[in-house]
């Protein structure tokens, strides 16, 4: 399923003394079966884009076309389970969502809600356990007694039971340990290829955002700065050290390297086994270069 | 949804009502709920109007704000104004139709008693509005510093109080969060018949309760962590200056007060 932002502006408590500009002449394309980044610092709009994803809020301006349904600001939509059935949002800490007595009741509550019978919901939460690596007998404990690690899983699985087409992910594994936070963004990005979803990402890391994405967009002060595969927005790291933000480790090396060698790479790496063979290449043959 | 919500929100500005003590604010609004009662017809409370009014400019809230966030408000005024309209039977009738009978005094009534209503709700509006939940409790604590003879547990109260005041946009702001993550999983907080719209509520509430609790419990370690023991011997960082406006404000309400005794019937 295809979404597109256009022009969007959002204003939070518009006509109030708390008015307060969010995100200004936002313009995304997500096609069907992209892997989407957003990265940009905290408030810089990346949360309020999201929302406008799964027509949680209704843009102020412009507007946002998910599937065939359009949003524009003065229409009153009044039937929009369609569209959050196909969009499903993880949205930072999520496991402050869930509150059924058990784990199954919980992740049933998504599926249920779009009119999946109990036996198929019931079905699904086994396979949504098992995919964010969890084992069944964890669905008959109640959530509130599982360690937080694991209640994130849970809720993450509540999402994936409702088998979105397009999965938005606010920063998934924040505050989760090194070990947990890989997993899950393996889990995330295998599921993308499998199931040829769109992803979109919100995150600080450059790594996992040059790791898996295929779009980058950087937001600043409610704006798009910059969009483009992660190798253009990475070739040019000087413009991304400006507006505070860090490149991956391996576009630092590469860059060390280039100005150690004195010239430069044919292409940015996003990988250390990819610079390792340009800097191969470049030792070996560096005349050709 | 929640964004127009006024109760507990302060309005940083510039303007007298912004800068008068608390305690006077407090004592002002105290005696004014007094005040309004002595009104009973239509130019005390025309005299009523035009000073909340005053002081809503005097605060330089825009009350085109005031008005919007007090709109839930407005539906417990009319429930008021149609409970008297149609359970009053004094004085003639106005207006008759099958069973429903309309007495003069019952639209008197409503109508007074709302608006009684309305403007005390307006007036203590401004006083969340202008004044910091601490500089309230602030006030407070002083005001009722007396009772400490008597063992009343003030600074506890007051301690109370600015906890949970301050605590409000907090719990709204996540009241917003869990309502948006909870839609996006396929509930309609807006719409559908009555015992669907109830049970939407369990998916917000419990999730709710959850954290006020470990945010209460983790408030507490904080508190304690940073050497809280109560109110003994803790001096005040904000100290409280009574002036000349403070005193103005008072003979204001004072003037007021004369003038709606002069005016009743």
Known sequence: MDITLQNVEYRYQANTPFERLAIEDVSIDLPAGTFLALIGHTGSGKSTVLQHLNALIKPTKGTVKIGDTTITPNKKQKNLKHVRQRVGIVFQFPEHQLFEETVEKDICFGPMNFGVSEQEAKARARRAIQQVGLSEEILLKSPFELSGGQMRRVAIAGVLAMEPDVIVLDEPTAGLDPRGRQDIMNMFASLHQERNLSTVLVTHSMEDASRYADQIAIMHNGKVERKGTPAEIFSNPERLLELGLDVPEVVNLQHKLESAFGRKFAKTCLSMEDLAEEAMKLLKGGDSL | MMEKMIFGRYVPAQSIIHRMDPRSKLILIFLFVCVVFIANNVYTYAALIIYTFAMILLSKVP????????????????????????????????????????YEEGLRQGIFISLRFFLLILMTSILTLTTTPIEITDGLETLLGPLKKVKFPVHELALMMSISLRFIPTLM???????????????????????????????LLIPLFVSSFKRAEELATAMEARGYRGGEGRTKYRQLSWRITDTMMLLLLAALSVILILLRT
């Open chain 2, 63 to 102: 009350v085109r704000f005031i008005i919007a966030g007090l709109k839930p408000v407005f539906l417990l005024v009319i429930f008021t104004l149609i409970l008297h309209l149609f359970l009053t039977r004094e004085g003639a009738i106005i207006f008759e139709l099958g069973p429903i009978t309309i």
């Open chain 2, 173 to 203: 702001g996540e009241t917003d969060k869990i309502m948006k993550a909870q839609t996006a999983r396929g509930v309609d907080f807006s719409g559908g018949p009555i015992k669907e719209r109830v049970k939407a509520v369990i998916p």
